[in-house]
């Protein structure tokens, strides 16, 4: 077994492990050096490190890694896993305490660089049981962003209510969103989410990611489980409805432990699903919400910077393809994406017609881009910039 696939399948047999309590887990990978080396240990190094009855050390063995690489081997296209030990892991979520020892994940692109994208990753989030005014303002907040010239990664629970209206939004807005699961990775729950999760999963730069192996069932202590790694991936969450107690003020609260931004939609003093709102915002823990170009400022993505924004992925493009086209084909590239980005869902025969080229050369172009992650092309050959 390589190091590589070994230190992956130590961090995942550690996770299984160790789910609820990733803080002990964690403290035994930094006391061994690496997830590895904790399955290296000898007894008696085991017991010292963990106390000669602790629950744990005899699930510490050869029979946790052997079922980790069996995971690992009966994993399909665009699923994967990836351990706390891994250059490419998150280092916002790895800074926090009980960060998990490692994600499973479905996406269409490299996990890498879904979790390390140099945009902000925003978590929005808040009551089942969203009300119309909470709808549109879910809608709102996550057009804004994807508005501004630093859109970010739009993460949520895929639940009922504030979490699939942000999932959708975002994804219709042609802006990156991960799904934090509750379940294993080969589930979906809600089952009626089950189409979103496939177009999540399907979209260059989007993911569903969880830390639970497979075959997991949705069970209530799972979704507080959960909610750790919404806040811990996130600058910053965003509460847009909640009753007093709940899932979206859980993962508020975890926010605010871990340093990170929190604001909240304020309602009305009568209505149960903005008590949880309203009183973040009046015991200091949550900033109040008044204005989406206002929030947007204070979350560092202002009207100033959409400009900016744009002129920046239009030279990484550049410079991407530049050196490998010649400047006529570089510049037809360029165009592309200007009215792709200008008329959104645009067919490649239509964008062909637009920029008065051949059907060939324009789909040679759009394929290009899709490869280097710059677009997305659907099934009926719509494009949709997904990277700005």
């Given at each position: 077994?390589?190091?590589?696939?070994?230190?992956?399948?130590?961090?995942?047999?550690?996770?299984?492990?160790?789910?609820?309590?990733?803080?002990?887990?964690?403290g035994?990978?930094?006391?061994a050096?690496?997830?590895?080396?904790?399955?290296?240990?000898?007894?008696d190094?085991?017991?010292?490190?963990?106390?000669?009855?602790?629950?744990?050390?005899g699930?510490i063995?050869g029979?946790?890694?052997?079922?980790?690489?069996e995971?690992?081997g009966?994993?399909?296209?665009?699923?994967?896993?990836i351990?706390c030990?891994?250059?490419?892991?998150?280092?916002?979520?790895?800074?926090c305490?009980d960060?998990?020892l490692?994600?499973y994940?479905?996406s269409?692109?490299?996990?890498?660089?879904?979790?390390?994208r140099?945009?902000?990753?925003i978590?929005?989030?808040g009551t089942r049981?969203?009300?119309?005014?909470?709808?549109?303002w879910t809608?709102?907040i996550?057009g804004?962003m994807?508005?501004?010239?630093?859109a970010?990664?739009?993460?949520?629970g895929?639940?009922?209510?504030?979490?699939i209206?942000?999932?959708?939004?975002?994804?219709?807005?042609?802006?990156?969103t991960i799904?934090?699961?509750?379940?294993?990775?080969?589930?979906?729950?809600p089952?009626?989410?089950?189409?979103d999760?496939?177009?999540?999963?399907s979209?260059p730069?989007c993911?569903?990611i969880?830390?639970?192996p497979?075959?997991t069932?949705?069970?209530?202590?799972?979704?507080?489980?959960?909610?750790?790694?919404?806040?811990?991936?996130s600058?910053?969450t965003?509460?847009?409805?909640?009753?007093?107690?709940?899932?979206?003020m859980v993962?508020?609260?975890?926010?605010?432990?871990y340093?990170r931004?929190?604001?909240a939609?304020?309602g009305r003093?009568?209505?149960?699903?903005?008590?949880?709102?309203?009183?973040?915002?009046?015991?200091?823990?949550?900033?109040?919400?008044s204005?989406?170009?206002?929030?947007l400022?204070?979350?560092?993505?202002?009207?100033?910077?959409?400009r900016?924004?744009?002129?920046?992925f239009m030279?990484?493009?550049?410079?991407?393809f530049?050196?490998?086209?010649?400047?006529?084909?570089?510049?037809l590239?360029?165009?592309?994406?200007?009215?792709?980005?200008r008329?959104r869902?645009?067919s490649?025969?239509?964008?062909s017609?637009?920029l008065?080229v051949?059907?060939?050369?324009?789909?040679?172009a759009?394929?290009?881009?899709?490869?280097?992650?710059?677009?997305?092309i659907?099934?009926l050959?719509?494009?949709?910039?997904?990277?700005i």
């Amino acid at each position: 077994m390589e190091n590589e696939e070994k230190e992956k399948a130590a961090c995942m047999a550690l996770g299984n492990i160790f789910g609820f309590e990733p803080g002990a887990g964690l403290g035994l990978v930094e006391a061994a050096g690496s997830a590895s080396a904790v399955f290296d240990l000898p007894k008696d190094g085991l017991h010292e490190l963990l106390g000669p009855y602790n629950k744990y050390s005899g699930a510490i063995g050869g029979a946790a890694m052997e079922e980790a690489m069996e995971i690992i081997g009966s994993f399909g296209k665009g699923y994967g896993y990836i351990g706390c030990t891994d250059p490419h892991f998150p280092e916002i979520l790895r800074d926090c305490p009980d960060c998990p020892l490692g994600l499973y994940y479905r996406s269409a692109t490299d996990i890498g660089k879904v979790l390390n994208r140099p945009n902000d990753y925003i978590s929005v989030v808040g009551t089942r049981d969203l009300s119309p005014y909470g709808e549109e303002w879910t809608r709102r907040i996550v057009g804004a962003m994807a508005g501004s010239g630093s859109a970010p990664t739009i993460v949520s629970g895929l639940a009922y209510g504030v979490d699939i209206t942000a999932h959708r939004t975002a994804l219709d807005k042609g802006i990156p969103t991960i799904g934090v699961m509750a379940t294993g990775i080969d589930a979906v729950y809600p089952w009626h989410h089950w189409n979103d999760a496939e177009r999540i999963a399907s979209t260059p730069g989007c993911a569903l990611i969880t830390d639970f192996p497979p075959k997991t069932q949705p069970v209530k202590v799972n979704f507080l489980r959960r909610n750790r790694i919404i806040a811990g991936l996130s600058k910053a969450t965003i509460l847009v409805e909640s009753r007093s107690k709940g899932g979206g003020m859980v993962t508020a609260d975890l926010a605010f432990s871990y340093g990170r931004e929190v604001y909240a939609l304020p309602g009305r003093i009568d209505d149960l699903k903005s008590q949880g709102c309203n009183h973040l915002i009046s015991v200091k823990v949550a900033e109040a919400i008044s204005d989406e170009n206002l929030l947007l400022e204070s979350l560092g993505m202002g009207k100033g910077s959409r400009r900016k924004g744009f002129d920046n992925f239009m030279e990484r493009i550049r410079e991407t393809f530049e050196g490998r086209l010649g400047p006529e084909s570089t510049g037809l590239v360029l165009r592309a994406v200007s009215e792709i980005r200008r008329a959104r869902s645009i067919s490649i025969e239509e964008l062909s017609r637009v920029l008065d080229v051949g059907y060939r050369e324009c789909s040679t172009a759009c394929s290009m881009l899709e490869s280097e992650g710059f677009i997305s092309i659907d099934l009926l050959q719509r494009c949709t910039v997904v990277r700005i």
